[in-house]
């Protein structure tokens, strides 16, 4: 099948008002929480490991593990260039892929670290490398009517707040730049993480969590969230969830 037919049938199945249309989203959360369980969920995925996240996830397609920033690169290319039936692509993680930028750059450039030309020159680099790399995905998302699902790790960093006292905050691991990218590219910046009660005990309070994971999806002090469309405020950490309440809000918005 050439690939004008394949792009052909996958705006016609888009066409399927029961179908939303493919999606650029980014999942936020710790170690452990499920995000490379959500991309495995997706339609006829396939993996772009940066990190080695999958030992427990059996039968997903995925390329080699990517050592180099050129590999990550390739394995998009590969993806733009030659005939698939793939509907998802993985990239598990940002924040692992941006190490490897960085490496890259200081490779290319003969520097010691990443802030050895100064001036933030490095770090500007590193986002050059990321622009290149999102529009390789937005080839994909565009012309092959791919879901692009990022994958990111969080920690906390205090937050200097305009108005307010500072404050501590969940912010993903990459470098500013590279995280101000993604949050703009993206349609949907999601946050996951389990959820938990507050137990005020005389002076103290104490959190608890039963194990029950979620996906916030508006902006709040503890973090980013973003979605273009009106999904509710927190769903199920699953593909089949959010890309339920996907549909349903296109199809609302429509009347």
């Known amino acids: 099948m050439s690939l004008l037919q394949q792009v052909s049938m996958a705006r016609e199945e888009l066409a399927d008002s029961s179908v939303p249309p493919p999606c650029r989203i980014n999942i936020q959360g710790t170690d452990g929480i499920g995000k490379s369980t959500f991309g495995a969920g997706?339609?006829?995925?396939?993996?772009?490991?940066?990190e080695d996240g999958l030992n427990f996830i059996d039968g997903v397609a995925r390329f080699p593990m990517a050592n180099e920033w050129s590999d990550i690169i390739s394995q998009i290319a590969t993806l733009v260039n030659e005939e698939h039936s793939y509907k998802s692509v993985v990239l598990d993680t940002t924040d692992a892929a941006a190490?490897?930028?960085?490496a890259h750059v200081c490779e290319k450039n003969g520097w010691d670290s990443i802030d050895a030309p100064g001036f933030g020159k490095g770090y500007t680099a590193v986002r050059e490398q990321w622009v290149k790399l999102l529009q390789g995905l937005n080839i994909l998302h565009r012309d092959k009517a791919m879901n692009i699902i990022l994958l990111s790790h969080v920690h906390i960093k205090p937050f200097n707040d305009a108005v307010h006292e500072s404050y501590d905050r969940w912010e993903m691991k990459c470098n500013k730049n590279v995280?101000?990218?993604?949050?703009?590219?993206?349609?949907?910046?999601?946050?996951?993480?389990?959820?938990?009660?507050?137990?005020?005990?005389?002076?103290?309070?104490?959190?608890?969590s039963y194990g029950k994971r979620a996906l916030h999806t508006q902006f709040a002090a503890a973090f980013d969230a973003k979605s273009r469309v009106a999904i509710p405020p927190k769903i199920d950490l699953s593909w089949n969830a959010f890309v339920t309440s996907y549909?349903?809000?296109l199809q609302a918005s429509s009347k």
């Open 42 to 50: 997706a339609p006829n995925v396939i993996f772009i490991q940066a």
């Open 247 to 249: 549909a349903d809000a």
């Open 99 to 102: 190490l490897k930028t960085e």
């Open 179 to 208: 995280n101000a990218l993604i949050k703009d590219w993206v349609d949907f910046n999601l946050f996951a993480n389990y959820q938990t009660e507050t137990i005020s005990d005389g002076s103290k309070t104490r959190g608890v």
